[in-house]
């Protein structure tokens, strides 16, 4: 049988599949944000600048989904102009298979063997090339995933006019008990100690930590072995706002950070980075805090 259709149809099956762009809702005005917050004798300028961080953020991701899109676009069409060198080369060659000259029919069918394998590889090629094109932008959307839901430096938008979150308490203020315990203090100074270091996923300390890497490897710096993932690290004794303490854990469905004291968390974004206090993240349920035990 000539090979036509298994090589037209593993090439096809190395295509990849259309992209659909998502389409954005509008933005909500903040127009009326700063007669109200003065007429309120709040400040509405952190509001703004949240606004804007978004903004950004949405423009951000926007372009990383149009370059993934456009270079997706770009591989279907060469896989496409691979299939169709190949039908041309099984076009010129199919005849000879019928040649009765002896020798000509088996020399036709090894050209239609070798012109198969060829294309073939050629399109695995240019798949190992789409995907060296998206490594930049998966990469830069992981880290945009990754980063906190709100400005380095400002409290989420909900509790700006407010001064507090609900499950937080006073995020300005800190906690009420900043003693701790020695091994909460000195899982705080070792993940200090990793401040800068970039983020990795499913990273432990190595080149790279993920959330969970980083707190995991911060306690067992300060002698207490924890679960690997966010979501196992639940552990020891579930504490309130109230009783926060440094080396506490706050826990997502998804992320994890370590409360560092003064209001301050530190976790790993891309990189180490310290951050206000939150209970929110990209929309995670929050679990609640927890003071990992020996």
């Known amino acids: 049988m000539i090979p036509l259709v298994p090589v037209v149809a593993g090439i096809a099956s190395l295509a990849p599949s259309l992209m659909s762009l998502p389409v954005w809702r509008n933005l909500p005005r903040l127009d009326a944000a700063l007669p109200l917050a003065r007429s309120l004798g709040a400040d509405a300028h952190p509001l703004l600048r949240a606004a804007r961080r978004l903004g950004e953020d949405r423009g951000l991701l926007d372009r990383l989904l149009r370059e993934g899109a456009a270079a997706l676009d770009r591989a279907r069409a060469d ?51 789409l995907e060296r094109e998206l490594a930049t932008t998966v990469s830069s959307l992981h880290r945009l995933a990754s980063e906190p839901d709100h400005p380095a430096g400002l409290p989420h938008p909900r509790a700006m006019l407010a001064g507090h979150d609900p499950h937080a308490g006073n995020l300005s203020s800190g906690s009420s008990s900043e003693g701790g315990s020695a091994a909460g203090q000195a899982a705080v100074d070792a993940a200090r100690s990793a401040m800068g270091t970039p983020y990795r996923w499913g990273g432990t300390g190595q080149g790279g930590f993920d959330c969970s890497g980083l707190t995991q490897w911060a306690w067992r710096q300060a002698g207490v072995e924890i679960p690997r993932t966010a979501e196992a690290q639940t552990v020891g004794r579930q504490v309130s706002a109230g009783e926060l303490a440094p080396g506490d854990l706050l826990v997502w469905d998804g992320h994890v950070a370590m409360y560092a004291g003064g209001g301050q968390i530190i976790e790993a974004g891309d990189p180490v980075q310290m951050n206000p206090l939150r209970t929110t993240n990209l929309g995670m349920p929050f679990k609640g805090y927890f003071r990992p035990t020996g």
Request: no cysteine; net charge positive; charged share 10%.
């Open 79 to 129: 896989l496409t102009g691979i299939a169709q060198s190949f039908l041309r080369v099984a076009a010129q060659t199919a005849p000879q298979l019928l040649n009765p000259l002896p020798g000509a029919a088996p020399a036709a069918w090894a050209r239609l063997l070798h012109a198969g394998q060829a294309h073939l590889r050629a399109a695995e090629q240019r798949v190992h090339q």
